[in-house]
């Protein structure tokens, strides 16, 4: 189990690394899809197939995609534009003390005794009764949700907004 | 079923026929039906509620934590105790009443899905408001009430006088709500809560509160209730209201908006108890509005007009009582008032969708008295209104003139109010069932916006009269259950001190008789010959001109001293304030950027030292 | 329960290779028999003879076609985007081979038994969206880049009815057997499970197409489309983007691209033989055989609407899919579920 | 509805289709803005398989030049061939035996028939169809042995002599082309239900790119596009030659000028092609294939003259200005294509790219024609 | 080990086979290149501008509405395997989140996004 | 496997995504960084609900909404991302600084 984690996380990581390196933007977001899939992976070993499933689906499958529509709408003309090395040195400072600080907390909890549920409480079927059990409110409230993200998406790439091309340019 | 989901009936079933109506408001006929039905299910909680409760039974409250702030909870919730049970279920009986009236008042209506989602919007605010348990609770739906009542108002939003009507309504009682809240907020500053049943056993219990404050929060308040229930000096926008459909306004003037002013002073009625000042203030505006409204009534045309003009007087009426000191009286008038008066509206818009036309006289002339159904109702609420014996108003008003048999001088504007009320009252009566052909007046007003199709014969039309004529003979005969539901003991004046009352509504019922009924009536009333005083009952006191000059002038006035000050004083000064807030400007906006990521960056490398520190303070 | 290949080989070290090798083996071999397939079916079609010269009935023409796919040149254009240039065909052939070994050929054979089978066959057509993307854009050719956007836009469309129609069978197995009893005794029946979908079409006497007749045409439909069959071929149509998105792509990495479609209509075929025709279920002859003959008999329809329809527009296959399928399949789902509650 | 549609965003850019393109007929290559999938300029470039025939034509006599003629639409040749005979005998006052009236006017309309045929099947494989496409062909063969048995070659013939023709037809071929008859009307039956009937095809042919009238007279368009477009011009009609009086014909007329009416124009094209030959056969004399007395130079009177006939394309003319000799000084030819070609721009900018395939296949442009 | 594992190993096992087919070409095919081998196709003449564009939204309004649909679609999975224990709520609670969904549609349909203008 | 080993790997992913979001100019590339910090705070869900259960799918469906809502959040930001870019012709976050002080100087011309 410990070596198919492993292989998830470095295969994360490695997806991460391309997607927050790369210059050209649409291989970022390749490697998005990469670490995603290992994301996905992480989930397999955590005990969530499902979980771990709808990860590829949506991600990969939905997210990605979009993405890639987005970036071929608007960034194909410079892909390869790469930000400054001040800027990315500073990113870099403040996400390295983000980490630092981070293992340090890991590394000194105390998340007191660890104990397993028994298999069929994770199982799919359970995650389905809560749904529409417990839960059912989530449920319907996501719908909402993802009919609004249709409706403002489908909102604000269409109509064309009465604010100038170059309103920027005119205050200056 | 628990009271818990008996008022989840009760308060959602309004707010769902909103949502509903709103969905499917294109919708008309289902929108409609939908909220009738939703509405229903409301009248029939509400009557649920006050029919399992006997009489002078605890107060009893379920509400669940709106929001959490500080140490106080804010709560939503019902409180069920006398004053809600009744008034809650004359406002979804009411509101019931309307809404199926509207059925057929606005079948031909386009944007009636609309309206029908409104009038719910407005019941629920109005519910919500009656059964508050809390002051956020009672001020939110307060504000409510006024907001849906200006859509109301404003339903036909193509007329422009409609949409001044609204939008003076809304100003006219915001004037009033900024007292209310100040006053609101003044009182949960002083007790420290927001629970109304707390508030008002507090403030029994005397030495609870300093009295200089109760007095300054009452009057707060009351300047909300001068507002909302439309006294002197804020009463002008009632009127104007009758710009939007008559549905509207039978809702607004008998148990809904206005009713909530008079509402709130009932509810925080041992307050008011606790403050001599403000009591006397409350007497002195409402005797007043009651004589100066009644006037007014007296010589309207319109036939909405002249109701609306009672409405004011009643409700002057209610305060008196109230401020007299006798709840039971206040209250047992509101109930009545409620009932007749949105009974008098209904015949009033069923005259008017019939015959086209607002004026009175022509729709007299017109055969109005072929409808039966509508003049019977007509006849009855006018007689509750007047306060004919043995009707429903007659009761109440007994109680109220009763109430005030040791203030002399009020007691005398009682009198008078009461007995043009009943003047103007069977005026209308008169004009409608006797018209005389070939009296000399003159239609005033215009054809209102014409009707090409006649609905009166239809059921839903029909129905809520029907029931509320029922109401206006039968309702002044349960003042005992009403008392014991209050937890109050009914008060029962005696024939001889009724005698006076009786006599001033049955002397101006006779004068009317004399100046419209009778044959060969001139039908012009015995004020037309004090021409001068006419002419100021016609426009209202000029009040509306007076308002105008007054605060129109009175803002030109300080904007022209404003304009020379500025001219010459201040502008120096202020070029050279600007200037410098320019320079202190300039310095400190480099650091607003507008660069998202550095704003990120500074936040994450803040919340990364955080992190470190207690990474750092975990390691010792 | 179904033995895996992993059980079979006793849990050795060898066995996911032997079992890719395998894969690969029936994968090619199926692949030259769909390649002759189509080459014969649209002959007969066309009234002609197909290949007749290599090996018998020309068996042998699609191998020697492979055989000179194999010795050509691999031709990289100069200024392609490399990494997704060269990525693109291995990873439109990858989750393909995984794809099929969910597949449950008889009750007793099925190379990886996995719970949830049936959204891991989608999860891996996800992925080929994706590798179809890097094609269209790393060939650095606007035929190519037009040909992959209509792709995906196409694919992510269809998937959605596609999806839809698999749901509802889901929810019809659910409903008809909770438990399900087989030689180790009786286990809960799980809709998302390949065999378990066969198994209770298989013990309940009846094939889902009759219960679920308006989905199973809506997932033919959307199958086409999700596999760029004709009148969908929309995407490669060779009369207005030369060849869509692998234009750029000769020898054998055009091949993989061309491997992966043809076992694309495999996988599809067996999905629909999985979830409307009762799997290994028949008479007689052993479960795999009824398997791939089902999965034959649905391909042999998708060939032969290819060589019937003509191709439509891009835009009517969008309106199509998104006016007409889904709110069909949406429809058909809330029956499904209506007349399950009733029962 | 979408007056802001989502198909106007996007980027303008341009895309070669042809001259190397599966799907465009012969070198032909449109230079093709696009915005998305949506056409916003197709400029048609032509030149690719320019041959100089008219120059050609300065060069050598009249008779040297008679070949040439079936390679400037090789998919109509015999017509042209035998059009350029006829101008000249014209020309000349040559007189045609009777019986080689005939047989000029079979082989015509099976030459008719066969251009057709295939433009049915390329049409119907841009449309992504392609069974369709072999079985015209199939039909289309037949035409081709037909004329292989009587002049010799399948697709470039050079049938025609001036005063009639070549070589005499025998039975077999008035058999074999009654037989042809009837087997074209049994597959046109087939092709109806099969195709005319699809819906997909109907969907995208009905209302795609609509030629007006206005827009087809004023770029010259002529043939089955034109008619298609509602104008009922047909040359065998309105300027009768080569004996077309003679016959009982319909010239098929549309109105509403889309992709599909040109589709059904060249159908009924075919079955009014056959009505023809069937009279034709039933009617043919016995007798001479070329005149008795023949010049030995066909030497071009002075001046200018104009001679049009029908092709399957449309309207195919010659202008030939003589100045006494039998090497013309100028020999222009009117080629239906190019014509039809130039109302293309007009009619492409705003359809869709698909579309775009499935017009320019519609008005059925044969590239050599276009470019001579 | 897990059938997920097997899946993954699978996954990778089929991008090595992959790869094999095309190593040999490089040790049996031909090495031509001549001046135009490695350009770009585009119908046998140069290319006009860079492939590389900015395609319609058209697509892309699909691929947005996509996402959330295919969402949607996703939950419904776990729902569908217990649909059966709850009965009228259960088919309640689906038949509110798909007529929401279904909202969607119409909204999308209404606003035309499903008609692709010429 | 350990609890500490899954949440380190998020935590990397985190700040992984945090450079991106800081160091990116192209709104697209911090929108993926913003991606792959929602998806390191999913590995932390499923990893303390592995390790340390409470209630046993409770992690699960937080995720499965968690991934729901990243859908929804992609879907707007992209599209707010491409009406950006058609207004303004770019998608370059410092660009976007309509908000920003202007300045005196600025003002008056």
Same mark, same amino acid.
């Given at each position: 189990?410990?070596?198919?984690?492993?292989?998830?996380?470095?295969?994360?990581?490695?997806?991460?690394?391309?997607?927050?390196?790369?210059?050209?933007?649409?291989?970022?977001?390749?490697?998005?899809?990469?670490?995603?899939?290992?994301?996905?992976?992480?989930?397999?070993?955590?005990?969530?197939?499902?979980?771990?499933?709808?990860?590829?689906?949506?991600?990969?499958?939905?997210?990605?995609?979009?993405?890639?529509?987005?970036?071929?709408?608007?960034?194909?003309?410079?892909?390869?534009?790469?930000?400054?090395?001040?800027?990315?040195?500073?990113?870099?400072?403040?996400?390295?003390?983000?980490?630092?600080?981070?293992?340090?907390?890991?590394?000194?909890?105390?998340?007191?005794?660890?104990?397993?549920?028994?298999?069929?409480?994770?199982?799919?079927?359970?995650?389905?009764?809560?749904?529409?059990?417990?839960?059912?409110?989530?449920?319907?409230?996501?719908?909402?949700?993802?009919?609004?993200?249709?409706?403002?998406?489908?909102?604000?790439?269409?109509?064309?907004?009465?604010?100038?091309?170059?309103?920027?340019?005119?205050?200056? | 079923?628990?009271?818990?989901?008996?008022?989840?009936?009760?308060?959602?079933?309004?707010?769902?026929?909103?949502?509903?109506?709103?969905?499917?408001?294109?919708?008309?006929?289902?929108?409609?039906?939908?909220?009738?039905?939703?509405?229903?299910?409301?009248?029939?909680?509400?009557?649920?509620?006050?029919?399992?409760?006997?009489?002078?039974?605890?107060?009893?409250?379920?509400?669940?934590?709106?929001?959490?702030?500080?140490?106080?909870?804010?709560?939503?919730?019902?409180?069920?105790?006398?004053?809600?049970?009744?008034?809650?279920?004359?406002?979804?009986?009411?509101?019931?009443?309307?809404?199926?009236?509207?059925?057929?008042?606005?079948?031909?209506?386009?944007?009636?899905?609309?309206?029908?989602?409104?009038?719910?919007?407005?019941?629920?605010?109005?519910?919500?408001?009656?059964?508050?348990?809390?002051?956020?609770?009672?001020?939110?739906?307060?504000?409510?009430?006024?907001?849906?009542?200006?859509?109301?108002?404003?339903?036909?939003?193509? /007329?422009?006088?409609?949409?001044?009507?609204? /939008?003076?309504?809304?100003?006219?009682?915001?004037?009033? !709500?900024?007292?209310?809240?100040?006053?609101?907020?003044?009182?949960?500053?002083?007790?420290?809560?927001?629970?109304?049943?707390?508030?008002?056993?507090?403030?029994?219990?005397?030495?609870?509160?300093?009295?200089?404050?109760?007095?300054?929060?009452?009057?707060?308040?009351?300047?909300?209730?001068?507002?909302?229930?439309?006294?002197?000096?804020?009463?002008?926008?009632?009127?104007?209201a009758m710009e939007g459909p008559t549905p509207v306004s039978a809702l607004l003037h008998s148990a809904t908006m206005v009713a909530a002013g008079v509402f709130l002073f009932a509810r925080f009625h041992p307050l008011f108890m606790q403050a001599?000042?403000?009591?006397?203030?409350?007497?002195?505006?409402?005797?007043?509005?009651?004589?100066?409204?009644?006037?007014?009534?007296?010589?309207?045309?319109?036939?909405?007009?002249?109701?609306?003009?009672?409405?004011?007087?009643?409700?002057?009426?209610?305060?008196?009582?109230?401020?007299?000191?006798?709840?039971?009286?206040?209250?047992?008038?509101?109930?009545?008032?409620?009932?007749?008066?949105?009974?008098?509206?209904?015949?009033?818009?069923?005259?008017?969708?019939?015959?086209?036309?607002?004026?009175?006289?022509?729709?007299?002339?017109?055969?109005?008295?072929?409808?039966?159904?509508?003049?019977?109702?007509?006849?009855?609420?006018?007689?509750?209104?007047?306060?004919?014996?043995?009707?429903?108003?007659?009761?109440?008003?007994?109680?109220?003139?009763?109430?005030?048999? !040791? /203030?002399?001088?009020?007691?005398?504007?009682?009198?008078?109010?009461?007995?043009?009320?009943?003047?103007?009252?069977?005026?209308?009566?008169?004009?409608?069932?006797?018209?005389?052909?070939?009296?000399?007046?003159?239609?005033?007003?215009?054809?209102?916006?014409?009707?090409?199709?006649?609905?009166?014969?239809?059921?839903?039309?029909?129905?809520?009269?029907?029931?509320?004529?029922?109401?206006?003979?039968?309702?002044?005969?349960?003042?005992?259950?009403?008392?014991?539901?209050?937890?109050?003991?009914?008060?029962?004046?005696?024939?001889?001190?009724?005698?006076?009352?009786?006599?001033?509504?049955?002397?101006?019922?006779?004068?009317?008789?004399?100046?419209?009924?009778?044959?060969?009536?001139?039908?012009?009333?015995?004020?037309?010959?004090?021409?001068?005083?006419?002419?100021?009952?016609?426009?209202?006191?000029?009040?509306?001109?007076?308002?105008?000059?007054?605060?129109?002038?009175?803002?030109?006035?300080?904007?022209?001293?404003?304009?020379?000050?500025?001219?010459?004083?201040?502008?120096?000064?202020?070029?050279?304030?600007?200037?410098?807030?320019?320079?202190?400007?300039?310095?400190?906006?480099?650091?607003?950027?507008?660069?998202?990521?550095?704003?990120?960056?500074?936040?994450?490398?803040?919340?990364?030292?955080?992190?470190?520190?207690?990474?750092?303070?975990?390691?010792? | 329960?179904?033995?895996?290949?992993?059980?079979?080989?006793?849990?050795?070290?060898?066995?996911?290779?032997?079992?890719?090798?395998?894969?690969?083996?029936?994968?090619?071999?199926?692949?030259?028999?769909?390649?002759?397939?189509?080459?014969?079916?649209?002959?007969?079609?066309?009234?002609?003879?197909?290949?007749?010269?290599? =090996?018998?009935?020309?068996?042998?023409?699609?191998?020697?076609?492979?055989?000179?796919?194999?010795?050509?040149?691999?031709?990289?254009?100069?200024?392609?985007?490399?990494?997704?240039?060269?990525?693109?065909?291995?990873?439109?052939?990858?989750?393909?081979?995984?794809?099929?070994?969910?597949?449950?050929?008889?009750?007793?054979?099925?190379?990886?038994?996995?719970?949830?089978?049936?959204?891991?066959?989608?999860?891996?057509?996800?992925?080929?969206? #994706?590798?179809?993307?890097?094609?269209?854009?790393?060939?650095?050719?606007?035929?190519?880049?037009?040909?992959? #956007?209509?792709?995906?836009?196409?694919?992510?469309?269809?998937?959605?009815?596609?999806?839809?129609?698999?749901?509802?069978?889901?929810?019809?197995?659910?409903?008809?057997?909770?438990?399900?009893?087989?030689?180790?005794?009786?286990?809960? #029946?799980? =809709?998302?499970?390949?065999?378990? #979908?066969?198994?209770?079409?298989?013990?309940?006497?009846?094939?889902?197409?009759?219960?679920?007749?308006?989905?199973?045409?809506?997932?033919?439909?959307?199958?086409?489309?999700?596999?760029?069959?004709?009148?969908?071929?929309?995407?490669?149509?060779?009369?207005?983007?030369?060849?869509?998105?692998?234009?750029?792509?000769?020898?054998?990495?055009?091949?993989?691209?061309?491997?992966?479609?043809?076992?694309?209509?495999?996988?599809?075929?067996?999905?629909?033989?999985?979830?409307?025709?009762?799997?290994?279920?028949?008479?007689?002859?052993?479960?795999?055989?009824?398997?791939?003959?089902?999965?034959?008999?649905?391909?042999?329809?998708?060939?032969?609407?290819?060589?019937?329809?003509?191709?439509?527009?891009?835009?009517?296959?969008?309106?199509?899919?998104?006016?007409?399928?889904?709110?069909?399949?949406?429809?058909?789902?809330?029956?499904?579920?209506?007349?399950?509650?009733?029962? | 509805?979408?007056?802001?549609?989502?198909?106007?965003?996007?980027?303008?850019?341009?895309?070669?289709?042809?001259?190397?393109?599966?799907?465009?007929?012969?070198?032909?290559?449109?230079?093709?803005?696009?915005?998305?999938?949506?056409?916003?300029?197709?400029?048609?470039?032509?030149?690719?398989?320019?041959?100089?025939?008219?120059?050609?034509?300065?060069?050598?006599?009249?008779?040297?030049?008679?070949?040439?003629?079936?390679?400037?639409?090789?998919?109509?040749?015999?017509?042209?061939?035998?059009?350029?005979?006829?101008?000249?005998?014209?020309?000349?006052?040559?007189? $045609?035996?009777?019986?080689?009236?005939?047989?000029?006017?079979?082989?015509?309309?099976?030459?008719?028939?066969?251009?057709?045929?295939?433009?049915?099947?390329?049409?119907?494989?841009?449309?992504?169809?392609?069974?369709?496409?072999?079985?015209?062909?199939?039909?289309?063969?037949?035409?081709?042995?037909?004329?292989?048995?009587?002049?010799?070659?399948?697709?470039?013939?050079?049938?025609?002599?001036?005063?009639?023709?070549?070589?005499? $037809?025998?039975?077999?071929?008035?058999?074999?082309?009654?037989?042809?008859?009837?087997?074209?009307?049994?597959?046109?039956?087939?092709?109806?239900? +099969?195709?005319?009937?699809?819906?997909?095809?109907?969907?995208?042919?009905?209302?795609?790119?609509? $030629?007006?009238?206005?827009?087809?007279?004023?770029?010259?368009?002529?043939?089955?596009? +034109?008619?298609?477009?509602? &104008?009922?011009?047909?040359?065998?009609?309105?300027?009768?030659?080569?004996?077309?009086?003679?016959?009982?014909?319909? &010239?098929? &007329? +549309?109105?509403?000028?889309?992709?599909?009416?040109?589709?059904?124009?060249?159908?009924?094209?075919?079955?009014?092609?056959?009505?023809?030959?069937?009279?034709?056969?039933?009617?043919?004399?016995?007798?001479?294939?070329?005149?008795?007395?023949?010049?030995?130079?066909?030497?071009?009177?002075?001046?200018?003259?104009?001679?049009?006939?029908?092709?399957?394309?449309?309207?195919?003319?010659?202008?030939?200005?003589?100045?006494?000799?039998?090497?013309?000084?100028?020999?222009?030819?009117?080629?239906?294509?190019?014509?039809?070609?130039?109302?293309?721009?007009?009619?492409?900018?705003?359809?869709?790219?698909?579309?775009?395939?499935?017009?320019?296949?519609?008005?059925?442009?044969?590239?050599?024609?276009?470019?001579? | 080990?897990?059938?997920?594992?097997?899946?993954?190993?699978?996954?990778?096992?089929?991008?090595?086979?992959?790869?094999?087919?095309?190593?040999?070409?490089?040790?049996?095919?031909?090495?031509?290149?001549?001046?135009?081998?490695?350009?770009?196709?585009?119908?046998?003449?140069?290319?006009?501008?860079?492939?590389?564009?900015?395609?319609?939204?058209?697509?892309?309004?699909?691929?947005?509405?996509?996402?959330?649909?295919?969402?949607?679609?996703?939950?419904?999975?776990?729902?569908?395997?217990?649909?059966?224990?709850?009965?009228?709520?259960?088919?309640?609670e689906i038949a509110l989140f798909l007529s929401i969904l279904s909202l969607a549609v119409v909204y999308a349909w209404r606003k035309g996004v499903f008609h692709w203008a010429k | 496997m350990t609890l500490e080993g899954a949440l380190l790997l998020?935590?990397?992913?985190?700040?992984?995504?945090?450079?991106?979001?800081?160091?990116?100019?192209?709104?697209?590339?911090?929108?993926?960084?913003?991606?792959?910090?929602?998806?390191?705070?999913?590995?932390?869900?499923?990893?303390?609900?592995?390790?340390?259960?409470?209630?046993?799918?409770?992690?699960?469906?937080?995720?499965?909404?968690?991934?729901?809502?990243?859908?929804?959040?992609?879907?707007?930001?992209?599209?707010?991302?491409?009406?950006?870019?058609?207004?303004?012709?770019?998608?370059?976050?410092?660009?976007?600084?309509?908000?920003?002080?202007?300045?005196?100087?600025?003002?008056?011309?």
């Amino acid at each position: 189990m410990s070596l198919h984690f492993a292989i998830a996380a470095v295969v994360s990581l490695v997806g991460a690394l391309l997607a927050v390196t790369q210059a050209n933007i649409l291989h970022a977001v390749f490697g998005l899809a990469i670490a995603l899939v290992g994301v996905a992976g992480v989930f397999f070993t955590l005990d969530s197939p499902f979980v771990a499933i709808m990860e590829v689906l949506i991600y990969v499958g939905g997210i990605a995609v979009t993405m890639i529509f987005a970036v071929m709408l608007s960034s194909v003309s410079n892909p390869k534009e790469r930000e400054s090395a001040g800027r990315r040195l500073l990113a870099a400072l403040v996400a390295v003390a983000f980490f630092v600080g981070g293992a340090l907390v890991i590394a000194h909890a105390d998340f007191g005794p660890g104990k397993k549920l028994p298999p069929s409480a994770w199982g799919l079927e359970q995650v389905g009764r809560d749904l529409l059990g417990r839960f059912n409110l989530a449920f319907e409230t996501l719908s909402i949700v993802l009919l609004l993200a249709i409706v403002g998406a489908i909102v604000i790439v269409r109509k064309e907004s009465a604010m100038p091309a170059n309103a920027d340019e005119e205050a200056s | 079923m628990s009271s818990t989901s008996i008022g989840l009936v009760l308060l959602g079933a309004p707010l769902m026929a909103f949502f509903v109506a709103l969905v499917v408001f294109r919708k008309n006929h289902l929108a409609a039906m939908m909220t009738v039905l939703l509405s229903g299910a409301a009248t029939c909680a509400s009557a649920v509620f006050l029919l399992a409760t006997k009489g002078g039974t605890p107060a009893e409250q379920a509400s669940r934590a709106w929001i959490h702030a500080g140490g106080t909870s804010i709560e939503f919730g019902i409180l069920l105790d006398g004053k809600t049970l009744i008034m809650g279920t004359v406002v979804s009986v009411i509101t019931l009443c309307v809404q199926v009236y509207s059925l057929s008042y606005m079948s031909h209506d386009p944007g009636r899905g609309r309206f029908f989602a409104f009038l719910a919007l407005f019941e629920w605010a109005m519910l919500s408001f009656v059964y508050s348990p809390s002051l956020m609770q009672t001020f939110v739906f307060w504000e409510l009430v006024g907001l849906s009542s200006f859509f109301l108002i404003g339903f036909w939003y193509r /007329k422009p006088s409609a949409i001044a009507a609204a /939008k003076k309504a809304f100003i006219m009682t915001r004037i009033g !709500d900024v007292g209310l809240f100040i006053g609101l907020i003044l009182l949960f500053q002083t007790a420290h809560t927001l629970d109304i049943q707390t508030l008002n056993t507090m403030s029994v219990a005397t030495g609870n509160f300093d009295s200089g404050r109760i007095e300054l929060i009452t009057l707060l308040l009351f300047v909300g209730i001068v507002g909302k229930s439309a006294q002197f000096p804020l009463h002008t926008w009632l009127p104007d209201a009758m710009e939007g459909p008559t549905p509207v306004s039978a809702l607004l003037h008998s148990a809904t908006m206005v009713a909530a002013g008079v509402f709130l002073f009932a509810r925080f009625h041992p307050l008011f108890m606790q403050a001599e000042l403000t009591l006397t203030v409350v007497l002195c505006v409402a005797t007043f509005t009651a004589v100066l409204s009644s006037t007014m009534a007296m010589v309207a045309s319109d036939m909405k007009r002249v109701f609306a003009y009672s409405s004011i007087s009643q409700l002057g009426f209610m305060l008196m009582g109230l401020g007299a000191g006798s709840l039971f009286a206040g209250y047992f008038h509101l109930t009545t008032h409620a009932i007749f008066k949105a009974l008098l509206f209904l015949c009033a818009g069923a005259f008017i969708h019939e015959y086209g036309t607002n004026d009175t006289v022509a729709i007299g002339r017109a055969g109005a008295r072929k409808l039966r159904v509508i003049t019977l109702g007509l006849i009855i609420g006018g007689g509750a209104l007047a306060g004919f014996p043995l009707l429903a108003g007659f009761f109440s008003k007994e109680l109220i003139i009763h109430s005030l048999h !040791d /203030k002399p001088l009020f007691l005398a504007g009682a009198y008078l109010a009461s007995f043009m009320t009943a003047y103007y009252t069977f005026r209308v009566i008169f004009l409608v069932v006797f018209p005389n052909q070939d009296s000399a007046v003159q239609v005033e007003e215009p054809p209102a916006d014409s009707h090409d199709d006649h609905h009166s014969s239809s059921l839903p039309l029909h129905a809520p009269i029907l029931l509320l004529t029922v109401g206006a003979i039968a309702v002044g005969w349960f003042g005992d259950s009403i008392a014991s539901v209050l937890g109050l003991v009914a008060y029962h004046p005696s024939l001889p001190e009724m005698a006076p009352a009786i006599g001033v509504a049955l002397g101006g019922i006779l004068i009317a008789w004399f100046d419209f009924g009778r044959k060969s009536a001139p039908q012009t009333g015995f004020i037309s010959k004090l021409a001068p005083l006419h002419t100021l009952f016609k426009n209202g006191w000029y009040l509306d001109v007076i308002y105008k000059k007054l605060f129109v002038g009175a803002a030109q006035a300080v904007a022209g001293l404003l304009f020379g000050t500025e001219n010459h004083v201040l502008d120096k000064a202020s070029d050279m304030l600007g200037q410098g807030t320019l320079t202190i400007g300039e310095t400190t906006g480099k650091a607003q950027s507008g660069r998202l990521p550095l704003y990120i960056g500074l936040a994450a490398l803040c919340f990364s030292g955080a992190i470190i520190a207690l990474g750092l303070e975990m390691m010792r | 329960m179904p033995q895996t290949l992993t059980q079979l080989l006793d849990g050795s070290v060898l066995a996911m290779p032997i079992a890719a090798g395998l894969i690969m083996g029936m994968l090619t071999v199926n692949v030259l028999m769909l390649v002759w397939a189509e080459r014969k079916v649209s002959a007969w079609i066309q009234m002609r003879m197909g290949p007749t010269e290599v =090996g018998p009935f020309g068996l042998l023409q699609t191998l020697a076609d492979m055989l000179k796919l194999i010795s050509k040149q691999l031709i990289t254009p100069s200024n392609v985007d490399k990494p997704l240039y060269h990525l693109a065909p291995l990873l439109a052939f990858a989750p393909v081979v995984a794809a099929v070994a969910l597949f449950p050929f008889s009750e007793s054979t099925i190379l990886v038994q996995n719970d949830y089978g049936l959204l891991f066959v989608f999860a891996f057509g996800g992925i080929a969206v #994706i590798a179809i993307f890097m094609a269209g854009w790393g060939s650095n050719n606007k035929y190519a880049l037009l040909g992959a #956007i209509r792709s995906v836009a196409q694919n992510i469309s269809y998937e959605v009815p596609l999806i839809l129609s698999a749901l509802s069978v889901v929810l019809v197995v659910n409903a008809m057997g909770p438990t399900l009893s087989s030689g180790d005794g009786v286990v809960a #029946i799980n =809709g998302l499970d390949l065999s378990h #979908i066969v198994m209770t079409q298989d013990q309940q006497g009846i094939w889902f197409v009759v219960l679920q007749p308006i989905a199973a045409i809506i997932y033919f439909i959307s199958a086409l489309a999700e596999t760029n069959r004709a009148p969908f071929d929309i995407p490669e149509a060779e009369s207005e983007l030369v060849a869509g998105f692998h234009t750029e792509y000769s020898g054998m990495r055009f091949s993989l691209f061309f491997f992966a479609e043809y076992t694309n209509m495999l996988i599809v075929s067996m999905l629909a033989v999985v979830l409307f025709f009762g799997g290994w279920d028949g008479p007689v002859l052993p479960g795999p055989a009824w398997f791939f003959l089902k999965s034959y008999a649905v391909i042999f329809v998708m060939m032969w609407v290819r060589w019937t329809f003509p191709r439509l527009r891009f835009d009517q296959l969008m309106t199509f899919c998104w006016k007409v399928l889904i709110p069909l399949s949406i429809l058909n789902l809330l029956a499904t579920a209506f007349v399950i509650a009733v029962l | 509805m979408s007056s802001d549609s989502q198909a106007s965003e996007g980027e303008v850019y341009s895309l070669n289709m042809g001259p190397q393109h599966p799907s465009m007929h012969g070198v032909l290559r449109l230079l093709l803005d696009l915005r998305g999938e949506e056409v916003i300029r197709a400029k048609p470039v032509i030149g690719y398989s320019h041959r100089a025939h008219e120059k050609m034509a300065e060069n050598r006599n009249t008779l040297q030049f008679l070949p040439n003629t079936s390679r400037v639409d090789y998919l109509s040749g015999m017509i042209y061939n035998l059009g350029y005979c006829q101008a000249i005998e014209k020309l000349l006052g040559i007189d $045609v035996p009777e019986r080689a009236i005939y047989i000029r006017v079979i082989v015509n309309e099976l030459n008719r028939i066969a251009s057709h045929l295939l433009w049915f099947g390329t049409f119907l494989l841009d449309l992504g169809g392609i069974t369709p496409f072999l079985y015209s062909f199939d039909d289309r063969e037949e035409i081709l042995d037909i004329l292989d048995q009587v002049t010799g070659s399948r697709l470039t013939y050079c049938y025609g002599r001036f005063g009639g023709v070549t070589w005499d $037809v025998d039975e077999t071929f008035l058999t074999r082309a009654t037989a042809f008859l009837a087997r074209i009307r049994e597959r046109l039956h087939m092709y109806k239900q +099969l195709v005319t009937d699809n819906v997909i095809l109907r969907e995208r042919c009905t209302g795609v790119g609509v $030629v007006s009238e206005a827009l087809a007279k004023s770029y010259g368009v002529t043939g089955p596009s +034109l008619r298609a477009s509602g &104008v009922a011009y047909d040359v065998r009609k309105a300027e009768p030659y080569g004996g077309y009086d003679r016959f009982d014909f319909e &010239v098929p &007329v +549309l109105h509403e000028g889309d992709t599909m009416a040109r589709f059904h124009i060249r159908i009924r094209e075919i079955e009014e092609s056959c009505k023809i030959i069937e009279q034709a056969i039933e009617a043919i004399p016995e007798g001479e294939i070329l005149p008795k007395k023949m010049p030995k130079r066909f030497k071009l009177p002075e001046g200018e003259y104009y001679f049009a006939v029908e092709s399957a394309r449309g309207h195919f003319g010659m202008y030939i200005v003589g100045d006494g000799s039998d090497i013309p000084v100028k020999l222009k030819l009117r080629t239906p294509s190019f014509s039809n070609l130039s109302a293309m721009p007009e009619t492409l900018a705003g359809t869709m790219l698909a579309d775009t395939i499935a017009i320019v296949g519609s008005i059925d442009v044969v590239m050599p024609e276009i470019d001579r | 080990m897990s059938s997920y594992a097997q899946l993954a190993l699978l996954l990778g096992l089929g991008i090595a086979l992959g790869a094999m087919p095309l190593v040999l070409p490089l040790l049996i095919g031909p090495r031509y290149k001549g001046k135009d081998t490695e350009s770009t196709y585009e119908c046998g003449v140069d290319p006009v501008g860079s492939s590389w564009l900015r395609f319609g939204i058209g697509f892309y309004v699909f691929a947005l509405i996509f996402v959330a649909f295919e969402v949607d679609i996703l939950y419904l999975f776990p729902i569908a395997l217990v649909y059966e224990d709850f009965g009228w709520r259960g088919f309640v609670e689906i038949a509110l989140f798909l007529s929401i969904l279904s909202l969607a549609v119409v909204y999308a349909w209404r606003k035309g996004v499903f008609h692709w203008a010429k | 496997m350990t609890l500490e080993g899954a949440l380190l790997l998020g935590l990397m992913l985190f700040s992984l995504g945090l450079y991106a979001v800081l160091a990116r100019r192209n709104l697209i590339g911090i929108l993926i960084g913003i991606e792959l910090m929602l998806n390191a705070a999913n590995i932390n869900f499923l990893a303390f609900n592995y390790f340390i259960p409470t209630d046993p799918a409770v992690a699960q469906i937080i995720v499965l909404v968690v991934i729901g809502l990243a859908a929804a959040e992609a879907a707007i930001a992209l599209a707010i991302i491409l009406k950006l870019y058609r207004q303004r012709n770019s998608v370059d976050v410092d660009a976007m600084q309509l908000l920003r002080s202007t300045g005196a100087e600025a003002s008056n011309e």
